[in-house]
């Protein structure tokens, strides 16, 4: 998926019926975006990708997929765009760049991922977090993620 599919996905009525949209702001904070309409949706994501200050977050991609093994988030970030601070996942994740080029720092050592190249496996309870230098798409593949793959079926 390419930065303009993703922004055409984004607008688009199955994204808003299927899927929890969220964007991560300057403090590192995720707020969900709760519209009870799809044009309400669509001025509120039309604002976010014109100003794209905010990194957006896509949750429940592995529907969109067919994967029933792990869960799937896509985040679309700004050049220096906003991140979650150093944290860790319960479980092993897969960072995989669709479009740009995505910098991750994983146990204090930065690790460039290119669309089409390398994937990068994080161990479950490693400390990691997304280094936002340049514009990037990325899919970040929670493997075996069956607690919230149960939690949101």
């Not at 669709?98 to 994937?119: A, F, L, R």
């Amino acid at each position: 998926m390419t930065f303009d599919q993703f922004e055409e996905f984004l607008l688009s009525e199955e994204c808003f019926m299927e899927h929890d949209i969220s964007i991560i702001n300057s403090s590192g904070e995720q707020h969900y975006i709760l519209s009870d309409e799809y044009w309400q949706y669509q001025i509120v994501m039309a604002m976010h990708l014109s100003k794209f200050t905010n990194t957006i977050k896509v949750e429940q991609m592995e529907r969109r997929y067919n994967w029933s093994d792990r869960t799937i988030h896509f985040f679309y970030n700004p050049e220096n765009g906003p991140t979650f601070d150093i944290h860790t996942d319960p479980v092993d994740v897969i960072i995989d760049c669709h479009d740009g080029i995505k910098y991750m720092e994983v146990n204090g050592e930065s690790i460039k991922i290119t669309p089409g190249g390398n994937k990068l496996l994080i161990k479950a309870n490693t400390p990691h977090r997304a280094l936002n230098y340049e514009k990037a798409l990325m899919a970040s593949h929670g493997i075996s993620d069956t607690e919230t793959l149960t939690s949101i079926r």
